[in-house]
């Protein structure tokens, strides 16, 4: 779930958009020089940002009354490295707030921070940690976890700014209310993602190698 428009109090909107907004200005320099060192990694780029446009902006209704949704910045996070998604994710949830109605302006930042900021820097670290492990079992716990990340990090949001009864039992309710739609969503997630990232190294390995995402023990695992 997007935080909604004017959800969240003045003090917490304005402080996780200061949060935020050093991310997003690294994530362009980020990007500018993966583009300018790697011109033929443009239409990779492109990709990645429709993907994660396309996947959160799907709405699935939730059998607690509220509505789930896929990410999809893992997938980015681990071609491209999870700054240059806190810039795609920016852009995406600006979209989706200005013409889906989909999140909101004054809740920019603290969408920005779950979903394109912490999401994918717990996914890429997670693909990274698990070096020795197959490659696509990387792929996949990397997308599945941003997809958690990021809804953990919106519960926490939410309890800070409405800690009814205590920020524990706040926090512990709205994981409560995420979890039922969100687990089976991230698992989905990692599936597609795994899929997606198998079709870009059959389809635009030069560029995949380019970027470093499949390295040489990764190439022998794929090829075998």
Do not use: C
Request: hydrophobic share 55%.
């Amino acid at each position: 779930m997007h935080i909604a428009e004017g959800f969240l109090p003045p003090v917490h909107a304005a402080a996780w958009t200061a949060v935020a907004a050093p991310f997003v200005i690294h994530g362009t320099r980020s990007a500018a020089r993966i583009v300018r060192d790697n011109p033929s990694a443009r239409l990779l780029l492109g990709a990645a940002g429709a993907f994660t446009f396309v996947m959160s902006a799907i709405k699935l209704p939730s059998v607690t009354g509220s509505s789930s949704h896929p990410t999809g910045t893992g997938v980015g996070a681990i071609i491209f490295r999870p700054p240059v998604m806190a810039l795609l994710g920016t852009i995406v949830l600006l979209f989706q707030a200005l013409l889906l109605a989909h999140g909101g302006l004054t809740t920019l930042g603290a969408n920005v921070v779950s979903m394109a900021v912490v999401g994918p820097w717990v996914g890429y670290g997670l693909f990274r940690i698990l070096a020795a492990a197959p490659f696509m079992i990387r792929v996949f716990v990397g997308v599945a976890v941003a997809d958690l990340a990021t809804y953990v990090t919106t519960a926490t949001q939410l309890a800070l700014a409405y800690p009814e009864g205590g920020f524990v039992e706040a926090w512990s309710r709205f994981l409560g209310v995420f979890a039922v739609t969100q687990v089976p969503l991230a698992i989905v997630e990692g599936l597609i993602g795994v899929l997606l990232i198998n079709a870009l190294i059959a389809w635009a390995r030069p560029e995949m190698e380019d970027l470093q995402v499949v390295r040489s023990a990764d190439k022998e695992a794929i090829d075998a």
